[in-house]
């Protein structure tokens, strides 16, 4: 009697388990943890990689040279972000509206207008890169002898055109293709490192290696892109006729621009703050931040290639008039990135010291602690990820441009206030405020307004 009346309750108990859970297991939940795996499985791939290169150019050139590469590496990259376009957040954006319309010639111009900003925005960051540098390097700590690094490097500048090819890849759903194709580039870099170390090549041999697996890394993921676009019908961007791109994609360019805003302010945090602690604190200061920031960065772009991720899937839902299905999904994602953050804060208490050690060696023992402090501040980047996506696909880049603004007004602030009184440290502390403000607002953010049909999507 006892066995019966317990059949009967669980009997009862399951349909519910079963509407409770299917709010959280939406339509797509399968092919989006497939898709997430192949991309973590790539990105940590590449990640180890990239570690291994890193240390080996760490250990071979020491604290004080490796933070000249850390600065002139920074430099770039910051000069690139501040001027390239992140078109492959619009072209999605827009591209989800088009597959409606099923004109594959429009498709074509939309993706030419974006690959024409892509081209335009690499020639001018490359050539900026090197005319700022030599008017104003000694205000980023570079010395004249440090202007041709960065002249070797913008080489890859040029090469990274990666609008295009990343949205026609995360709109076709190859996301193993995308998670793998830059693998061989990282194999380049740590075969290049290695030579570089055995054979003494200093600091220009090891800026001549990374310039070179970036470049081929860039050239890869261009050539995989456009075989997607060819997959899905979509005849070369680069035979399209140019006259007239602007009127065919009102808004495509000021939403390229919102979202070249906020990359430009997310730079601050990311790149510009290494530039601040060498400035600030000497190149070797420079060296032990950076190479706490990179080994976080494996936790980062989780949530940078998660979003990838999500990004079709929840513009499609929003577009479509889908709410329940797009609070889930987001809501769903944000959950298994706060368990990849904690995993990944527990593995590097455990583990740090002893990778520190091996890796780049004792002059670096300082990173640990930076380590930890920085992983903390990647939680919550990693909590704020799928709520970017979701105010995307909103058509609320200019929201979430001005969280960013106020997020990095406050970055600033506490950096400048921390960083010269208790060192790199500082520039990790101010990382952890910028963390819980863009979590915070970005969920108040997204939360509220899909508690609304939207009446047209389309429109913010």
């Given at each position: 009697m006892a066995y019966e009346i317990k059949g009967v309750l669980i009997a009862r108990a399951l349909p519910m388990l079963r509407s409770r859970f299917g709010r959280f297991l939406v339509k797509g939940t399968r092919g989006r943890l497939i898709a997430v795996g192949h991309l973590l499985s790539g990105n940590f791939l590449n990640a180890l990689i990239m570690l291994v290169s890193v240390a080996m150019a760490a250990r071979s050139l020491g604290p004080a040279t490796y933070g000249v590469m850390v600065l002139v590496l920074s430099y770039n990259r910051v000069v690139e972000r501040i001027l390239r376009f992140e078109s492959w957040q619009p072209l999605i954006r827009f591209a989800v509206e088009e597959e409606a319309k099923g004109s594959p010639r429009r498709l074509q111009r939309l993706y030419c207008y974006g690959l024409m900003l892509d081209?335009?925005?690499?020639?001018?960051?490359?050539v900026s890169a090197?005319?700022?540098?030599?008017?104003?390097?000694p205000l980023f700590g570079l010395k004249?002898?440090?202007?041709?690094?960065?002249?070797i490097y913008s080489v890859a500048t040029l090469f990274n055109i990666a609008g295009v090819p990343t949205a026609a890849l995360r709109l076709s759903g190859q996301f193993k293709m995308l998670a793998y194709a830059q693998v061989a580039g990282n194999v380049l870099r740590i075969l290049l490192a290695f030579i570089c170390m055995v054979t003494g090549a200093g600091l220009i041999g090891f800026m001549v290696a990374w310039t070179a697996s970036q470049a081929l890394g860039s050239i890869l993921v261009f050539w995989v892109g456009f075989r997607a676009l060819r997959q899905m019908g979509i005849p070369n961007p680069l035979h399209a006729r140019l006259k007239g791109l602007m009127g065919d994609f009102p808004g495509f360019f000021g939403f390229a621009c919102s979202t070249n805003l906020s990359l430009t302010l997310r730079v601050i945090t990311t790149e510009a703050d290494s530039l601040f602690v060498g400035a600030v604190a000497g190149s070797s200061a420079a060296a032990v931040y950076y190479l706490a920031k990179r080994?976080?960065?494996?936790?980062?772009?989780?949530?940078a290639q998660v979003q990838a991720v999500v990004y079709p899937d929840v513009a499609r839902m929003w577009a479509n008039g889908n709410i329940r299905n797009f609070r889930a999904a987001t809501l769903q994602v944000q959950v298994a990135l706060a368990a990849v953050g904690v995993a990944m804060l527990a593995g590097a208490w455990a583990f740090g010291p002893?990778?520190?050690?091996?890796?780049?060696?004792?002059?670096?023992?300082?990173?640990?602690?930076?380590?930890?402090?920085?992983?903390?501040?990647?939680?919550?980047?990693?909590?704020a990820a799928p709520s970017r996506s979701a105010m995307l696909a909103m058509n609320q880049s200019w929201k979430v441009l001005a969280i960013s603004g106020f997020g990095t007004a406050l970055f600033v602030a506490v950096a400048a206030y921390a960083v010269p009184r208790y060192g790199a440290i500082g520039g990790n502390i101010a990382h952890v405020?910028?963390?819980?403000?863009?979590?915070?607002?970005?969920?108040?953010?997204?939360?509220?307004r899909a508690r609304v049909r939207p009446v047209a999507a389309s429109v913010g």
């Open positions: 081209i335009g925005a690499a020639a001018l960051a490359a090197i005319g700022l540098a030599l008017l104003f390097g004249p002898l440090h202007v041709e690094l960065v002249a080994i976080a960065k494996v936790a980062t772009q989780i949530g002893l990778l520190i050690r091996v890796g780049p060696g004792v002059a670096y023992s300082q990173t640990y602690i930076l380590l930890m402090t920085q992983l903390v501040a990647v939680m919550l980047m990693l909590h405020i910028l963390g819980v403000v863009t979590a915070v607002l970005l969920d108040v953010c997204w939360l509220r």
